[in-house]
DNA sequence: CAGTTGATTAGATACTTATCTAATTAGAAT
DNA sequence: ATTCTAATTAGATAAGTATCTAATCAACTG
């Protein structure tokens, strides 16, 4: 569904992303012409006119009446408030990123900050750091508690500074502590984003 | 007026009629991203992401929130929705054309069909014929009655069938008949198109 | 202060496409 | 039938632009 949305859309801003263009929509807007009186209009030939009929024919923008051997275009206004209405509605953008799959950049960071599962350096940039504390998180078993003792043992597996981790695992949301024991939160729980607590 | 707005239309185009940038209105639709992030994400370099962010700038569509060195990018919802709205509304669209000057196309017809103030031939097309009449009717005097013999003598000065082109100002209604008295019509009475009466 | 990181700018390349001329098609008029 | 007219199609050219690499800039880190 979201990438045949997305080749509609761009269908669209293609064929009116174009000076000439607009300029015959906006004459066929006013009244019906032919070929000739459209290139002479626009001081064009003619075989450029053809070319972007062409064009607004393949989105069903203009309609043809032909009478004797001259072609006498109008506006489907039907159709141009069809396409143009709600194209952009914030529902409607949401689904033009679906084709991209997230986990690219992810993948990307750990690549950079995780060598042998172990952590080279902490990422000093806040959206990086939450990447590298999602992969992390994941070392900590749900649904049980820990003690710091034991949370200490696991981070250092992984990098020295486990004080750091562990106190970033608390501060973006991944980990919990209630009197002294550490658990680790469902993702449901988690920050869409990175929050900026700092 | 009417170019400034041809151009602001044709700016909102050419920006939106790229597959790259759609996909970042929709992934900044959902979250606030970085250049690299996109870039990853995308499958592109950073320059290139950049390079397109700029596009969308132009037009306000991004709105930048600097974190130490990183640049996070959002969308501008208002201003998107701004712009689209109404962009293609019907009185917009007939404010394209209004650089054109419409005596193009009938001073090229005329130049074809006129020679030193004679008829060469009668165009067979309707639109083309109601340019030379429109032309030809000039040269009846408006506010009194003609007979149809003076009428004769001044079609004859320009064409040799004064028959038919008396007929055809009759059809194109650009002149009247009462009582076998003619009288030219007031331009306000034309038709704004050559009707189809054949 | 030197080094690093993330972003932008400059410049080169390759792809797209608007426009033209020439050739072709379709239809009407003579 | 032949000619003429209007439109389209084919093919060539030139202008615009998306993308890349390399270089520069700005801001943080150590």
Redesign the pocket.
């Known amino acids: 569904m979201a990438p045949e949305n997305l080749q509609t859309l761009l269908d669209f801003f293609?064929v009116l992303s174009?000076e000439?263009r607009l300029k015959l929509l906006g004459l066929l807007a006013q009244r019906e012409c032919?070929?000739?009186e459209m290139a002479a209009l626009l001081h064009?030939?003619?075989?450029?006119?053809?070319?972007?009929?062409?064009?607004l024919k393949s989105l069903n923008l203009v309609l043809?009446n032909p009478e004797?051997?001259?072609?006498l275009y109008r506006l489907n206004s039907e159709q141009l408030q069809l396409l143009s209405r709600d194209l952009l509605s914030s529902e409607q953008l949401k689904t033009l990123a679906q084709s991209v799959q997230p986990e690219a950049w992810e993948t990307t960071v750990l690549k950079a900050f995780v060598e042998n599962d172990r952590i080279l350096s902490i990422?000093?940039?806040r959206k990086?750091r939450f990447v590298l504390l999602k992969w992390l998180v994941q070392k900590i078993e749900p649904d049980r508690d820990y003690s710091e003792k034991e949370i200490n043992a696991i981070l250092k597996q992984h990098h020295e500074d486990c004080a750091t981790l562990r106190r970033e695992l608390i501060g973006y949301q991944l980990m919990s502590r209630k009197d002294g024991t550490y658990r680790r939160l469902p993702p449901t729980e988690w920050l869409q984003e990175a929050g900026n607590f700092n």
């Open positions: 293609k174009d000439t032919s070929v000739e064009l030939k003619a075989p450029t006119i053809s070319h972007h009929l062409a064009k043809l004797g051997n001259t072609h990422p000093a940039a990086k």
